[in-house]
């Protein structure tokens, strides 16, 4: 099993629709859970972090968290085409807080 | 304030040479990352810093890599005797302490090894 599975897309939703990321990991005692913004050719961006079970929300995302299931997602609402791009999930590596283990991406594409 | 800045922006560079990649992290920030991201994936772990020390190497793939950060700050990634499959965009990023190691990333730079 990959350690952090992400499915690649490309996901295509319609502007002003909910998206929604997916992510799992097989690392039972990651304790820090990050989704990152990657425009093509740049370098990736924070945009949520979380650490505890169920919703954390910062604007029009809300990042979601289930230890138990071992699955992380994040909700981009009133999805708008500039937030296009590839979103990274990444889980910190067990014993090693600053050792991040990145999923491939899921690639969103936001259609006006 | 300023974010994190890497310096080559790019770097091309023939087989069986030395690299340095330079990273210069956000002021204040006690820790220092270094990944690796080919096309299609995600980044890779290399090493991380917390001061002068590394407090996790187990990313650098060989004794061809070796990374210093000498005064805490500043951060130089060498890659000896470089080979085609070293080629790829290497990322530094740098938290600080107590932040629950949310890291932030410099634009990187991309290595070409021909």
């Known amino acids: 099993q990959k350690e952090v599975e992400q499915n690649s897309g490309p996901l295509s939703v319609p502007e002003g629709a909910i998206a929604s990321l997916n992510c799992t990991y097989s690392d039972r005692v990651s304790q820090s859970f990050f989704w990152y913004r990657q425009y093509s050719g740049k370098s990736p961006e924070l945009i949520m972090s979380i650490y505890s079970n169920g919703d954390k929300e910062d604007g029009r995302f809300t990042a979601q968290l289930n230890k138990a299931s071992q699955y992380v997602s994040l909700l981009i609402r009133d999805s708008q085409p500039s937030d296009s791009a590839t979103y990274l999930c990444?889980?910190?590596?067990?014993?090693?807080?600053?050792?991040?283990?990145f999923g491939k991406g899921t690639k969103l594409s936001v259609k006006p | 304030g300023a974010g994190v800045s890497q310096t080559p922006s790019n770097k091309v560079t023939e087989k069986g040479k030395y690299v340095e990649l330079r990273c210069d992290p956000i002021s204040g920030h006690t820790a220092l990352y270094w990944y690796r991201q080919s096309l299609g994936q995600g980044p890779e772990f290399l090493i991380y810093?917390?001061?002068?020390?590394?407090?996790?190497d187990s990313g650098l793939p060989n004794d061809r890599f070796f990374a210093v950060r000498p005064e805490g700050s500043v951060s130089t990634l060498k890659i000896q005797r470089t080979e085609r499959g070293d080629s790829a965009v290497y990322l530094c990023?740098?938290?600080?302490?107590?932040?629950?190691?949310?890291?932030?990333f410099g634009p990187g730079t991309r290595l070409t090894v021909l």
């Open positions: 990023a740098s938290s600080s302490t107590g932040s629950y190691n949310e890291q932030f």
């Open positions: 990444a889980v910190n590596r067990e014993g090693s807080q600053g050792n991040l283990i």
């Open positions: 810093f917390q001061g002068t020390g590394a407090a996790d």
